[in-house]
């Protein structure tokens, strides 16, 4: 395994949820902030490059690629793992690719831990770097 996947998957296994602090209604800082780390824009005009980024990069991770439309722009994956006891934890993503503006691609990640929404940046910004060097190498042919 690499060691972003492990990092990766540390992240979001620690990531905790507090109640209510998604609630998409009651909006304010929290919400700004997570929206910040979910978000990230790419030098790219290539839509179908970073889309084929964000299912290389999902697999890389270990994640199964439930489903993928290249006209909503849309990616989802979802990983279990178990704990030392046999607890079974899910993760899913729902990965969004859009034009930002002539130059760039906006992506956004959100991810849930047992139907719960991850809020650690770290999570996102792991996701991101490992999405970063995909589609580099990608774009530099270097497979």
Do not use: H
Not at 70 to 76: D, I, N, P
Not at 124 to 131: K, M
């Amino acid at each position: 395994m690499t060691r972003a996947w492990v990092v990766f998957l540390v992240a979001f296994l620690a990531a905790c949820a507090k109640p209510g602090a998604g609630d998409v209604l009651s909006g304010g800082e929290s919400m700004l902030k997570l929206r910040s780390a979910q978000t990230r824009a790419f030098e790219t005009t290539d839509r179908n490059r970073v889309m084929r980024g964000v299912v290389a990069t999902l697999q890389d991770l270990g994640f199964m690629v439930t489903g993928a439309d290249a006209a909503l722009g849309t990616v989802s994956g979802r990983k279990f793992t178990a704990d030392s006891a046999g607890q079974i934890y899910e993760l899913r993503v729902t990965v969004t690719v859009r034009p930002r503006d002539e130059r760039q691609m906006l992506v956004r990640a959100n991810a849930e831990f047992n139907n719960k929404p991850v809020e650690d940046p770290a999570a996102y910004q792991n996701f991101f770097n490992a999405l970063g060097r995909s589609i580099f190498l990608a774009a530099n042919q270097a497979d």
